[in-house]
């Protein structure tokens, strides 16, 4: 030992070191306790459902995020988890995972896929960006089942509604005119077309017309009838005479005589206007040629409509004959009837 150097030792107390071990020990039972109430040394079990698949696990994760990432069951980004992810973990508890499936979805031109775990169309279609108008056309419709893989097409339907005007067309009224010649005419009155006003409803599928509904027509303007004054006078020449008329009817012509062949029983050799039944007595549809009108029959001569007959009806006529051999004799006849004057004039 060299000189003026003093090393000296003391000596550790026994209570100093019996204090240190059980610092020491105190330090270990509080880490481990503190690792017991977070749970890293606590097992929990938890039951994963996802789809048909049920998978109980024992864990000490913390999140129910961490027990699907540890049972190699990750959300994916379009997942449904009850409880959400960052709910705590306790044990016996139920995780429910619905799987977002992939739709291929068909609108507006353009296919793109949307991932969902919607159960129907409809809840689709409430949870999505995809937009639907209350007349667009799903197929399949919102009550379809949503499964992997489903193809849904959206039908864009548009309806708007259309107003159409279009003429209604006049109708020409003809009048005949005894009192001008015959073929010649003359406008009495100026035809103007009608208006009508149509309401429509147009239906657009997709930007293409594919049906239009008439909701209702108004007429917005009656059509005025053209009247044409139509002559009916004329002149024929007959043995050598001219006859003026005011009327040319081609009617089918019969014959009668007055007795009881062709009158039946009661006959009394008188017409319905009391005139003696004769020849020169012509019966008439009143309705064509009025009674007591003077008349020209070809193949007959000069007569007078007096009389009727239940079969005359429209251009047909009766001429009378004093025996029934003439009548027969004329038989049935297509011919001109010229009316030369009116009851009256």
Not at 57 to 73: C, I
Not at 197 to 213: A, C, I, N, P, S
Not at 261 to 288: E, H
């Amino acid at each position: 030992m060299t000189r003026g150097t003093v090393r000296s030792f003391a000596r550790v107390p026994a209570a100093f070191d019996r204090s240190r071990r059980l610092l020491i020990v105190l330090l270990v039972t509080a880490v481990v306790a503190a690792f017991a109430t977070s749970g890293m040394f606590s097992q929990k079990t938890v039951t994963v459902i996802t789809g048909d698949l049920e998978v109980r696990v024992k864990t000490s994760a913390r999140t129910v995020r961490e027990v699907l990432e540890t049972a190699g069951l990750p959300l994916g980004p379009r997942d449904e988890v009850s409880p959400p992810p960052e709910a705590p973990v306790e044990d016996g508890l139920i995780v429910a995972v619905r799987r977002a499936v992939p739709v291929l979805v068909e609108a507006d031109g353009r296919e793109f896929v949307l991932m969902t775990t919607a159960r129907t169309v409809g809840e689709l279609i409430a949870t999505s960006r995809l937009r639907v108008g209350p007349d667009d056309r799903l197929e399949p419709g919102r009550d379809a089942e949503v499964k992997a893989g489903l193809r849904l097409v959206v039908t864009r339907v548009v309806k708007s509604y259309q107003h159409r005007e279009e003429e209604i067309p006049f109708r020409t009224i003809r009048r005949e005119d005894m009192t001008m010649d015959l073929g010649r005419t003359v406008v009495a009155q100026r035809g103007r077309p009608g208006l009508r006003r149509t309401l429509l409803r147009v239906t657009y599928e997709d930007g293409r017309r594919t049906e239009v509904e008439v909701v209702r027509t108004t007429v917005v303007r009656e059509p005025v009838p053209e009247v044409v004054r139509v002559g009916t006078a004329g002149t024929i020449v007959r043995d050598g005479q001219t006859i003026r008329f005011l009327k040319a009817l081609k009617v089918t012509a019969t014959a009668y005589e007055p007795g009881p062949i062709s009158c039946g029983a009661w006959a009394d050799g008188y017409t319905c206007l009391g005139l003696r039944a004769t020849k020169g007595i012509i019966a008439v549809d009143p309705a064509v040629i009025p009674l007591w009108s003077r008349v020209y029959v070809d193949g007959y001569g000069f007569a007078v409509a007096g009389d009727v007959g239940s079969a005359i009806k429209g251009h047909r006529i009766d001429v009378c004959y004093d025996t029934y051999a003439e009548a027969m004799s004329w038989g049935v006849r297509r011919v001109m009837v010229y009316i030369l004057e009116l009851p009256g004039s």
